[in-house]
């Protein structure tokens, strides 16, 4: 019997084509790809460089400031100028703030010298008219005390922080009794400086203070900058002012130097500025050997070096 194998061959090949027709459309193939973005996780290469911070202007860095005194102020119930004694002792850690003062309120404000302590004021008895620096006898509306009663007259405590501010002092002005550290709010301080000018110098001062001792901010190095960085977790990272565009690490506010850390830097740092002490001090009073080149220092004598054969 024969066999057509050519109408066999055209049957099976009908019979395969009619089974991919059912089986696979026209879209089949291009739907494949549809979607395949969430099907597949694309994961952005890690990047140990990024390091969200924002440049503060000088207002944006107040607001930001005195929305937290506001906010210790009233969880304390103390005045806004205590409150910001507080915050620059505990670095400004709000969180820490509130739990250290529900578990002893007297013991945060007096950590804060915001309050003194018990031993301070049983050392207060006080009914004498006579000034304890200048040891002059005043009328009692002349004399001033801060909560440890300790009574200055009025001329006495002007002297005391008219010199400090003019030393560049600002969160430290503090009692002027012995053994007393005591801290002297800025409403205190403000109405004893004899100037505007003075005045102004002390508002900066603080202001440096206040931000110096915050943990999420820091005073761009840059001349004459007046740019603060914000960051909400500080870490040892690269930062660059949007003013003066300088770069430095927000840790310890020195030029960038990953991957070394914040210590080593400054230890080298050290190192480089002693040795150029060292060369200063080698340039200046020693000079080499004529025979041997060893670097030499005169000790005695007369200026005239002799070599011994």
Known sequence: MSVDMSSQASDSNEEFDDEDDDDIGEGDIPDYYDNLDEDVAVEEPFDPEKYQFNCLTYRESQRVLTEQVGNVAG????????????????????????????????????????????????????????????????????????????????ACWEQHCTVLVKDGVGVEISCMAQDCSLRMPDDFVLPLLPSEELKDKYRRYLFRDYVESHFQLQLCPGADCPIVIQVQEPRARRVQCSRCEEVFCFKCRQMYHAPTDCATIRKWLTKCADDSETANYISAHTKDCPKCNICIEKNGGCNHMTHLN
């Open 75 to 154: 969880a304390l119930k103390v005045a806004p100028a205590v409150a910001k004694l507080v915050l620059v002792h505990f670095h400004w850690q709000v969180s820490q703030i509130l739990e250290r003062y529900k578990s002893n309120s007297s013991q945060l404000l007096c950590e804060a010298h915001a309050q003194p302590t018990s031993a301070c004021r049983s050392l207060t008895a006080g009914t004498s008219l006579q000034c304890g620096v200048c040891l002059q006898l005043v009328r009692r509306d002349a004399l001033l005390s801060l909560p440890c009663q300790h009574s200055f007259c009025k």
